[in-house]
C-alpha cells in the first residue's frame, strides 16, 4: 500500500504559539525537532499497518523546515517551495490513502495558531462550503480519489475534520485553550498516539470515501481589508463583489481553484498596510 503525508507545524504536538513555527524566532529549531517526530510517528505508523511505500511533503511556510537526515529513512520527502500545489504537491490517484499532520484549525475559529494560508484570509468557500486548508486540501485529495484516512493535530483542528470527512481517523496531540497557550501531551506519548492512529487509520480506510469536489467550483476568498482584496482581484479571472472584501473565481475544476487561491494569496500578502 502506498500513502501520502502533508506535514504542517502549528498543529504539531506542544507547539503553543508563533516563535515555535518562525523560521527568524527563538524555538524554531525546537519546534522543527518535534514536528519531524510526529512526522515519524506517522511514517512509523504506516509502515507497521501494511505500507511499502510512502510519501511526506513539507507543507508549512516555505517547506523546508522537516530535518531530513532524522526522518525515517524509508520515506520519500518532497521538501521546499515554490511547488505548483502547495500543500498537496506530489499527491496523485496512485495513492491508496493521504494523512495530514501538524493541521491547525480554519480562520476565524477557536484554535491554536488558526488561520487559512495567510493572516490576510478571514475566510475561504468553495461554493456553500466554508473551508480552511485541511479542507481545501481534502477536496483536491478528492478530486484524485484519494481518501483523508487520519487528521492529527490540535483538539479543534480534529474536530473540522470530523465535521468535514465522515469517519475520518484523528489524533488530538494538544488541546487549544487559547490561540497560543495549549495543554499538550508528552511528545513520546503523542509519538504513541500518533502511530497508534496511523495503524487505524490504514484498518478503517474502507469507510472513509473521498471528499468529492464540486465540478466547476466557485472559489471565494474573504480578505481582512480592501488593500488586500484589490491586490488579489489583479489576477485575471477575479472580481471583487462589491460593499465587501470578498474575491471570487470561477475555476474550471478543483485543481484549478487551489492554483488560483495560492496565486490571490500571494497577491495579497503585498499589501504593506492595514
Same mark, same amino acid.
Given at each position: ?14 507547539? &503553543? ?28 505508523? %504506516?509502515?507497521?499497518?501494511? %505500507?511499502? $511505500? ?14 531530513? $537526515? ?22 496523485? &490517484? ?62 479543534? %483542528? ?57 465540478? %466547476? &467550483?466557485?472559489?471565494?476568498? $474573504? ?15 477575479? $472580481? ?35
Amino acid at each position: 500500500m502506498k500513502f501520502y503525508l502533508s506535514m504542517d507545524m502549528e498543529g504539531v504536538t506542544a507547539l &503553543p504559539d508563533y516563535t515555535y513555527v518562525d523560521s527568524n524566532e527563538p524555538n524554531y529549531e525546537r519546534g522543527r525537532r518535534l514536528m519531524t517526530g510526529d512526522a515519524n510517528a506517522i511514517i512509523q505508523g %504506516a509502515f507497521e499497518g501494511g %505500507a511499502n $511505500e510512502f510519501l511526506i511533503n513539507d507543507s508549512h511556510s516555505k517547506m523546508n523546515n522537516l530535518i531530513a $537526515e532524522e526522518l525515517h529513512e524509508d520515506a520519500l520527502l518532497i521538501t521546499g517551495g515554490v511547488k505548483n500545489y502547495s500543500m498537496v504537491e506530489g499527491l496523485d &490517484p496512485s495513492y491508496d490513502g493521504a494523512f495530514f499532520g501538524g493541521y491547525h484549525a480554519r480562520a476565524g475559529q477557536k484554535g491554536v495558531m488558526a488561520h487559512s494560508m495567510i493572516f490576510a484570509v478571514r475566510t475561504m468557500w468553495i461554493n456553500d462550503l466554508e473551508i480552511g486548508e485541511l479542507g481545501f486540501n481534502a477536496l483536491v485529495a478528492g478530486y484524485h480519489g484519494v481518501p483523508v484516512l487520519l487528521v492529527a493535530g490540535d483538539d479543534c %483542528a480534529c474536530k473540522e475534520a470530523e465535521a468535514l470527512i465522515p469517519n475520518v481517523v484523528t489524533a488530538a496531540v494538544k488541546e487549544s485553550l487559547t490561540r497560543s497557550a495549549v495543554k499538550t501531551l508528552h511528545p513520546k506519548a503523542a509519538q504513541r498516539l500518533l502511530r497508534e492512529k496511523t495503524r487505524q487509520a490504514i484498518d478503517n480506510r474502507k469507510r472513509v470515501k473521498p471528499l468529492a469536489p464540486p465540478d %466547476a &467550483p466557485l472559489l471565494r476568498i $474573504e480578505f481582512t481589508n480592501y488593500g488586500e482584496a484589490e491586490l488579489a482581484s489583479m489576477m485575471p479571472g477575479c $472580481e471583487i463583489e462589491a460593499g465587501t472584501t470578498v474575491v471570487h473565481f470561477q475555476a474550471e475544476d478543483i485543481l484549478e481553484a487551489y492554483r488560483a487561491m495560492l496565486v490571490m494569496t500571494e497577491l495579497a500578502m503585498q499589501a504593506k498596510f492595514c
